[in-house]
T-cell receptor, first 112, second 114 residues
Framework: SQQGEEDPQALSIQEGENATMNCSYK?????LQWYRQNSGRGLVHLIL?????REKHSGRLRVTLDTSKKSSSLLITASRAADTASYFC????????????FGKGTRLHILP | DAGVIQSPRHEVTEMGQEVTLRCKPI?????LFWYRQTMMRGLELLIY????????DSGMPEDRFSAKMPNASFSTLKIQPSEPRDSAVYFC????????????FGPGTRLTVT
């Protein structure tokens, strides 16, 4: 069963603009992860945010977590063509850290 | 380290044939996961191992699917007999240990069953 659900399903923006993707989940979690998948490749881990954190940064990535709303957002600033990919949030399954469930992802397309 | 290695990268087979997918995890990573990805269902966890022992196979869709991990450096996912609805990309991923959070994915095997 899907735990996280990304929104929007697809997003196209101009190079240089910021891209924001959202993830909503259903049950309480102690951490949430974001992954990127380039076309034809495996997923790559981007960032993990814990339930006691509200915001986390990694380079041009900014992740927020609102446990009261059961939602997270991923912001990519100053987007580049290489950011074109699908982005997935992943949450623990039923409170188990050893098993994570992925959403269906947001397909991001950066226009030149 | 070469990362997670999967073979073959592409497999085309006829319905009813046996298919074996292979995975070599990163050395020292004790937990291994098999996923299936389709447009309709997204990324689904099929089974995972810890220290070569299957921990949870509740995601395995049918008895036609089986997975083994005979040693720390090798795992197989077998489908017998294969059906067209098994067409998908199958990923292997690993972590140093259970609960390590970050998973390292292989490049995947694209399976087409005609």
């Amino acid at each position: 069963s899907q735990q996280g659900e990304e929104d929007p399903q697809a997003l196209s923006i101009q190079e240089g603009e910021n891209a924001t993707m959202n993830c909503s989940y259903k049950t309480s979690i102690n951490n949430l992860q974001w992954y990127r998948q380039n076309s034809g490749r495996g997923l790559v881990h981007l960032i993990l945010i814990r339930s006691n954190e509200r915001e986390k940064h990694s380079g041009r990535l900014r992740v927020t977590l609102d446990t009261s709303k059961k939602s997270s957002s991923l912001l990519i600033t100053a987007s580049r063509a290489a950011d074109t990919a699908s982005y997935f949030c992943a949450t623990p399954s039923n409170g188990r850290d050893d098993k994570i469930i992925f959403g269906k992802g947001t397909r991001l397309h950066i226009l030149p | 380290d070469a990362g997670v290695i999967q073979s073959p990268r592409h497999e085309v087979t006829e319905m009813g044939q046996e298919v074996t997918l292979r995975c070599k995890p990163i050395s020292g990573h004790n937990s291994l996961f098999w996923y299936r990805q389709t447009m309709m269902r997204g990324l689904e966890l099929l089974i995972y191992f810890n220290n070569n022992v299957p921990i949870d196979d509740s995601g395995m869709p049918e008895d036609r699917f089986s997975a083994k991990m005979p040693n720390a450096s090798f795992s197989t996912l077998k489908i017998q007999p294969s059906e067209p609805r098994d067409s998908a990309v199958y990923f292997c991923a690993c972590t140093p240990q259970l609960g390590s959070f970050e998973q390292y994915f292989g490049p995947g095997t694209r399976l087409t069953v005609t």
